[in-house]
């Protein structure tokens, strides 16, 4: 399991029984952030055990368990948590019709198809996205009202741009950018996500050759330079430094192939 030694005091674990989640602190009065890990849950071998995500090949009446769950402990509604259907793009939604709200909650069905970014003014509606690797991005705001967005960062989405739209989402309901904080989750580090060439040639070209080491990419590295140049202050930028390939805390297809998925959530009180 990752332990707390060397986090960001930003961030702060907390342990339900067998459940162990990193909560982020920075956010304002009202919002509340989680990342999970894949602990105290009842997905069997090998998505054992807090396995979020329907898509994997679990049985849907476990992952349905795992997140009722996770609803009951943190005190929030399952059929209201929303996840879109995430499918590595730069497409960044609006939640903002009640009708919509809970879409994704009981399958991979979801309103939000194809979608990789979640926005929301709305209280008690929870979003949800799902990781075994790619960066997860949690963004809380407040302007004339408070916002929150939660963002699944692949190296896909990274370079067609997620992390930058989902800023730019927020910015555009009159958000000024210095009220802006992002947590960025549990995500492959540096030392264990190796590509090809040509994809670390690509990489290069995007972010700069500052965030590749022969073949191997630095993603997180990546999230925080795209939030840097959309407008957030370096100092509202916080990481939980744990690898997934290299905790088994966590999950990781890198890692493991078929396996789970833990997952970022986020909402206004």
């Given at each position: 399991m990752a332990e707390a030694e060397g986090l960001d005091p930003r961030?702060?674990?907390?342990?339900?029984?067998?459940?162990?989640?990193?909560?982020?602190?920075?956010?304002?009065?009202?919002?509340?952030?989680?990342?999970?890990?894949?602990?105290?849950?009842?997905?069997?071998?090998?998505?054992e055990s807090l396995n979020l995500g329907f898509h994997v090949g679990d049985d849907p009446e476990a992952v349905s368990a795992n997140r009722r769950l996770l609803a009951s402990v943190l005190g929030l509604d399952s059929a209201r948590i929303t996840s879109p259907?995430?499918?590595?793009?730069a497409e960044v939604c609006m939640l903002s019709d009640d009708t919509?709200?809970?879409?994704?909650?009981?399958?991979?069905?979801?309103?939000?198809?194809?979608?990789?970014?979640?926005?929301t003014s709305m209280k008690e509606t929870p979003l949800l996205l799902h990781f075994a690797d790619c960066v997860p991005v949690i963004l809380a705001a407040e302007g004339k009202t408070q916002w929150i967005s939660v963002l699944h960062a692949g190296r896909e989405g990274l370079i067609?741009?997620?992390?930058?739209?989902?800023?730019?989402?927020?910015?555009?309901?009159d958000v000024p950018p210095e009220s802006i904080t992002a947590a960025v989750g549990p995500a492959i580090g540096p030392c264990c996500y190796e590509v090809?060439?040509?994809?670390a040639s690509r990489f290069a070209d995007q972010f700069g050759?500052?965030?590749v080491n022969g073949?191997?990419?630095?993603?997180?590295?990546?999230?925080?330079?795209?939030?840097?140049?959309?407008?957030?202050?370096?100092?509202n930028i916080a990481f939980?430094?744990?690898?997934?390939?290299?905790?088994?805390?966590?999950?990781?297809?890198?890692?493991?192939?078929?396996?789970?998925?833990?997952?970022?959530?986020?909402?206004?009180?």
């Open positions: 961030f702060s674990r907390e342990d339900w029984g067998d459940l162990i989640f990193y909560r982020f602190m920075k956010v304002p009065n009202g919002v509340r952030a989680y990342f999970t890990t894949r602990s105290g849950g009842v997905s069997k071998h090998p998505y259907r995430q499918r590595h793009t919509y709200a809970g879409a994704g909650s009981k399958s991979e069905d979801s309103t939000f198809d194809s979608c990789d970014g979640l926005i067609q741009g997620v992390v930058r739209n989902g800023v730019i989402s927020i910015l555009k309901q090809d060439d040509e994809t050759p500052g965030l073949n191997y990419l630095d993603l997180p590295g990546a999230v925080r330079k795209e939030l840097s140049a959309a407008g957030i202050l370096e100092e939980m430094d744990r690898c997934t390939a290299c905790s088994s805390g966590f999950y990781s297809y890198r890692r493991d192939g078929i396996t789970g998925r833990h997952g970022a959530i986020a909402w206004i009180e």
